[in-house]
């Protein structure tokens, strides 16, 4: 039985947990001077994904480049903009797109983990 989804909803759920009092308490505290933070944060991330997706293009793994295409701007995109919203309103819209970029993320570096790295060592 596979994990992954439920994985990947705990962790929606966990990084939502903690990325909204963040933004919520530099929001307060910085005013709007905080959001170039998150998009610089944003921007690395996004960076990571596109890396990611190009390294899995290029060695010819298909399914693995689409799941991150489909993750970052669909699948993950919509389930974080939907939980985000109706948690945070208008501050979840907002950290929508950093989040699934998160998630993005973790699951690239997962998906190299599996298919490169044996044992912790990385294989040829």
Do not use: N
Not at 5 to 34: M, N, Q, R, S
Not at 47 to 72: E, I, W
Request: some cysteine.
């Amino acid at each position: 039985m596979y994990f992954t989804g439920i994985i990947i909803g705990l962790a929606t759920f966990l990084i939502i947990g903690l990325f909204h009092p963040i933004v919520i308490k530099a929001e307060y505290y910085l005013g709007t001077k905080c959001w170039w933070a998150f998009l610089l944060a944003g921007m690395v991330f996004c960076a990571v994904v596109l890396l990611y997706t190009c390294l899995f293009q290029a060695s010819g793994k298909a399914p693995q480049a689409l799941m991150m295409s489909l993750s970052r701007q669909g699948v993950l995109f919509m389930a974080v903009f939907l939980i985000a919203t109706a948690a945070a309103g208008y501050q979840g819209f907002l950290a929508a797109q950093l989040i699934a970029d998160v998630l993005s993320a973790v699951l690239a570096l997962l998906l190299y983990r599996r298919m490169y790295c044996h044992d912790g060592l990385p294989t040829r």
